[in-house]
C-alpha cells in the first residue's frame, strides 16, 4: 500500500493550497482517510479526517478554513486550505487506516509535503 502526497508549497497569508493524497495498491474500501501536520519543535497533530461514508472530524485550529473531502473512485483524498495562516506552517502527512470497527488495526502514512505559509 501507498500514499501519494502531493500539493504543497509557498502560500501567502490568507491564500489558498490544495493538497492531494492518493492510495494504491489496496482494495479495502472503508479507510477512514485523513491529513495530520508537524510543525517544526513540535508533535504531529490530526487536522482533518473523513470516513469512506463521508463523516468529517476537524481540529479546532482550522475548522472554517480548511475542508476535507475525498473522492472513492479514485481512493484519493484532498483538504482544500484556505484562510491560510502563518501557524499553519507544517509537513502534512497523508494517513489512512482501517474504521473503529474493523479489525487488525492497519494504518499507513504518505510522505509528508512541506507547506509554508509566510506572512
Known amino acids: 500500500v501507498q500514499l501519494q502526497a502531493s500539493g504543497g508549497g509557498l502560500v501567502q497569508t490568507g491564500g489558498s493550497l490544495r493538497l492531494t493524497c492518493a492510495l494504491s495498491g489496496s482494495t479495502f474500501t472503508s479507510y477512514v482517510m485523513g491529513w495530520y501536520r508537524q510543525a517544526p519543535g513540535k508533535g504531529r497533530e490530526l487536522v482533518a479526517a473523513v470516513t469512506s461514508g463521508g463523516t468529517t472530524n476537524y481540529a479546532d485550529s482550522v475548522k472554517g478554513r480548511f475542508t476535507i473531502s475525498r473522492d472513492n473512485a479514485k481512493n484519493t483524498v484532498y483538504l482544500q486550505m484556505a484562510s491560510a495562516k502563518p501557524e499553519d506552517t507544517a509537513v502534512y502527512y497523508c494517513?489512512?487506516?482501517?474504521?473503529?470497527?474493523?479489525?487488525?488495526?492497519?494504518?499507513?502514512w504518505g510522505q509528508g509535503t512541506q507547506v509554508t505559509v509566510s506572512s
Open positions: 494517513n489512512t487506516k482501517t474504521p473503529r470497527w474493523y479489525n487488525p488495526k492497519i494504518e499507513y
